[in-house]
T-cell receptor, first 117, second 114 residues
Framework: DTGVSQNPRHKITKRGQNVTFRCDPI?????LYWYRQTLGQGPEFLTY????????KSRLLSDRFSAERPKGSFSTLEIQRTEQGDSAMYLC???????????????FGPGTRLTVL | SQQGEEDPQALSIQEGENATMNCSYK?????LQWYRQNSGRGLVHLIL?????REKHSGRLRVTLDTSKKSSSLLITASRAADTASYFC??????????????FGQGTILTVHP
């Protein structure tokens, strides 16, 4: 168990470019979450998956954002036509459910810091 | 949107002192969790308390939950310089597909001076 990993750790891009981030959850965890955190604020929920199904998306997730988890393992978050307001830390977390009651503890990765110039 | 507010926004204490942080939230919850974040890094889970619990301990941490007041407090006893970090409360709501989704407060920045 090596924890949640995220790549890249830092990304600098120019406005209008597309970027893609990857998250590898803890191997036995079936739930995967994406959050966005701006400076001085707490993380804000973006979306989450149970296995490969995307179960909920925040209104923060505009049509420029898309997330996938094709095989129920790793996930990618893509931002198209980046804007300066997209600059933030993008955090991924995973958790596991046991029976009908999910375990609520989420394990976070180190995050990907995006800077849009 | 942020679910809760944390108080104080910043706290500065000496090593060995106790640190108390408070969190208030707005809607009914299934559980409340506290996380720590060191500067520029990911969050580390500290403790979870369910809505039917009133107090929970873990090492030097003590969490209380008052659902009637929609508030929680985190007490760190005998603080150490290594406790310097931002602390966030996060609420989880039950039911439907939102089960497991967390809503975070804005955090308390704790500085422990050696």
């Amino acid at each position: 168990d090596t924890g949640v990993s995220q790549n890249p750790r830092h990304k600098i891009t120019k406005r209008g470019q597309n970027v893609t981030f990857r998250c590898d959850p803890i191997s036995e965890h079936n739930r995967l979450y994406w959050y966005r955190q701006t400076l001085g604020q707490g993380p804000e929920f973006l979306t989450y998956f149970q296995n490969e199904a995307q179960l909920e998306k925040s209104r923060l997730l505009s049509d420029r954002f898309s997330a996938e988890r094709p095989k129920g393992s790793f996930s990618t978050l893509e931002i198209q036509r980046t804007e300066q307001g997209d600059s933030a830390m993008y955090l991924c977390a995973s958790s596991t459910s046991s029976g009908s009651i999910p375990l609520d503890t989420q394990y976070f990765g180190p995050g990907t810091r995006l800077t849009v110039l | 949107s942020q679910q809760g507010e944390e108080d104080p926004q910043a706290l500065s204490i000496q090593e060995g002192e106790n640190a108390t942080m408070n969190c208030s939230y707005k809607t009914s919850i299934n559980n409340l969790q506290w996380y720590r974040q060191n500067s520029g890094r990911g969050l580390v889970h500290l403790i979870l308390i369910r809505s039917n619990e009133r107090e929970k301990h873990s090492g030097r941490l003590r969490v209380t939950l008052d659902t009637s007041k929609k508030s929680s407090s985190l007490l760190i006893t005998a603080s150490r310089a290594a406790d310097t970090a931002s602390y966030f409360c996060a609420t989880g709501v039950g039911g439907g597909t939102s089960y497991g989704k967390l809503t975070f407060g804005q955090g308390t920045i704790l500085t422990v001076h050696p």
